[in-house]
């Protein structure tokens, strides 16, 4: 059974910095496919925030590009999402996610996923 395990949220003032990881079992880990954070804020859709494929090509949400970074060490089989300058609507709970299968481009939606953390809640206040 492939897990993911989030780790790093936290409370933070407004303007500040977190640094999420994700560790995958090793024996569902896979290089090949796409690797991704979601969000989810309390009574809103689940929304892809970053995105990294098989190339470590990375993609962003229009709301995060430039303030956080995914990345990605094979050899831990870790994931990481590198937030600054957040803000009070980056509140949410962050899920890692993971495709089953392999894809040229990482695809947006989150109902091509197939695997899933726990989450680690973010809470950013003013």
């Known amino acids: 059974q492939v897990q993911l395990v989030e780790s790093g949220g936290g409370s933070v003032q407004a303007g500040g910095s977190l640094r999420l990881s994700c560790v995958v079992s090793s024996y569902s880990y896979s290089t090949s496919a796409c690797l991704a954070w979601f969000r989810q804020a309390a009574g809103k859709e689940r929304e892809g925030v970053a ?8 993609m962003y949400s229009h709301s995060v590009k430039g303030r956080f970074a995914i990345s990605k060490d094979n050899a831990k089989n870790t994931l990481y999402l590198e937030m600054n300058n957040l803000k009070v609507d980056d509140t949410a709970m962050y899920y890692c996610a993971r495709t089953r299968d392999s894809f040229a481009s990482c695809p947006r939606g989150k109902d091509s996923f197939n695997f899933w953390g726990q989450g680690t809640q973010v809470t950013v206040s003013t």
Do not use: L, N
């Open 51 to 58: 995105y990294i494929d098989k190339y470590d090509k990375t």
